[in-house]
């Protein structure tokens, strides 16, 4: 008989004062579409619809330190986007949580980055199938180091930027967000029960756009280590 297969957890590798630590085991990988307007619009919709949610594969994650890492540019497309977003991962859960419960949930933040077969998910879109393929592939969901909340005072109050070989290719304030991380959290709770160790990549601003081998892209929020990718 063969051997059953070993497959350890994803620990996603934690900063500041926590940075000593084993890292964060992550469950599960949650992502919120179209929560910014100004993306909403770009995308084809607008207003303050309710938060639709998708998944990645704790496998999808690409980790990131504090050096540039070489990300290596996807099979199975020729429209590879890039989407900055805030990332959030929960130290508790429930069901059915109230705003502030939610925001009682949150262990810390990281930055990430939703890159998505941009070409394969208008396909699937078109056909009205699922669209996994445009989003859940291997390495989809780099990240950076993730810090504890207690050790970001007023992250919330800034805003998320990225730039593509130097240039501001998306920027935001958080306050822009349709949905805010809480109840965005809130919202998530009334359809799974929420556990520790998930992660929530909480939207994207306006911007999104191709990236092509050789690109450097820098993400950037206040108080959060940069991430820095080189496309390869």
Same mark, same amino acid.
């Given at each position: ?5 070993? $497959? ?28 910014? *307007? ?8 607008? %207003? ?12 999808? +994650? ?7 890492? #070489? ?17 959030? %991962? /929960?130290?508790? %859960? ?7 419960? *939610? ?10 980055? !939703? ?5 394969? #998910? ?13 989003? *859940? ?14 050790? /970001?005072?007023?992250?919330?109050? #800034?805003?998320?930027?990225?730039? $593509? ?15 805010? $991380? ?15 160790? !998930? ?7 306006? %911007? ?7 690109? +450097? ?6 108080? +959060?280590?940069?991430?820095?990718? #080189?496309?390869?």
């Amino acid at each position: 008989m063969k051997a059953l297969p070993v $497959v350890r957890p994803v620990l996603l590798p934690l900063g500041g004062a926590a940075a000593a630590s084993s890292g964060f085991a992550v469950n599960r990988v949650f992502c919120v579409g179209r929560n910014y *307007a100004d993306h909403a619009v770009e995308m084809g919709a607008s %207003g303050r619809e309710p938060p639709f949610f998708f998944m990645k594969p704790p496998q999808s +994650l690409f980790l990131v330190g504090d050096q540039t890492a #070489q990300w290596p540019y996807p099979m199975a497309t020729e429209d590879c986007h890039h989407e900055v977003e805030l990332v959030v %991962g /929960l130290s508790s %859960g429930g069901t059915n949580l109230s705003v502030s419960q *939610a925001s009682a949930a949150i262990w810390g933040y990281a930055i990430g980055l !939703d890159m998505t077969r941009r070409d394969r #998910q208008a396909q699937m879109k078109k056909e009205g199938k699922s669209w996994e393929i445009g989003k *859940a592939f291997d390495r989809a969901a780099p990240i950076g180091p993730l810090l504890p909340v207690e050790s /970001l005072p007023g992250l919330l109050d #800034q805003g998320i930027s990225l730039t $593509v070989n130097g240039e501001v290719r998306q920027k935001g304030e958080f306050s822009q967000m349709i949905w805010s $991380v809480a109840e965005t959290i809130a919202e998530l709770s009334k359809a799974w029960e929420i556990q520790p160790g !998930d992660l929530i990549y909480t939207g994207t601003p306006a %911007g999104v756009g191709p990236v092509s081998r050789g690109d +450097l892209l820098v993400a950037s929020v206040p108080g +959060l280590p940069d991430l820095r990718l #080189q496309v390869s």
